[in-house]
Nanobody, 121 residues
Framework: QVQLVEFGGGLVQAGGSLRLSCVAS????????MGWYRQAPGKERELIAS???????YYADSVKGRFTISRYNVRNTVFLQMNGLKPEDTAVYYC???????????????WGQGTQVTVSS
């Protein structure tokens, strides 16, 4: 069994910063791409940043230049440093990862439970 657990959400004023962490644990052989999604009330879940196992990154235009994704492969952890936060960044943030389980072929996609980020104006 594998699970992803996010840490670091909370309430912050506009212009402030938060750092999200997500740890994958369980019967893990290998972790592929990892990413962060967010879902605001009444909106669809959207990919905002991702990082491959060799460090290649992607950012949505809405967060480019303000958010930085990184990972610590030894601990199966992905981070999202969020600077210059805006009220429109308010959402539930979800961690996502492609995981190869020990003794199982192929990768499967796993989600965290989500963490709330609220940015006040």
């Amino acid at each position: 069994q594998v699970q992803l657990v996010e840490f670091g959400g909370g309430l912050v004023q506009a212009g402030g910063s938060l750092r999200l962490s997500c740890v994958a644990s369980g019967s893990i052989d290998r972790v592929g791409a990892m990413g962060w999604y967010r879902q605001a009330p009444g909106k669809e879940r959207e990919l905002i940043a991702s990082i491959t196992s060799d460090g290649s990154t992607y950012y949505a235009d809405s967060v480019k230049g303000r958010f930085t994704i990184s990972r610590y492969n030894v601990r199966n952890t992905v981070f999202l440093q969020m600077n210059g936060l805006k009220p429109e960044d308010t959402a539930v943030y979800y961690c996502n990862a492609d995981i190869k389980r020990i003794g199982r072929p192929g990768y499967f996609n796993s989600w965290g439970q989500g963490t709330q980020v609220t940015v006040s104006s």
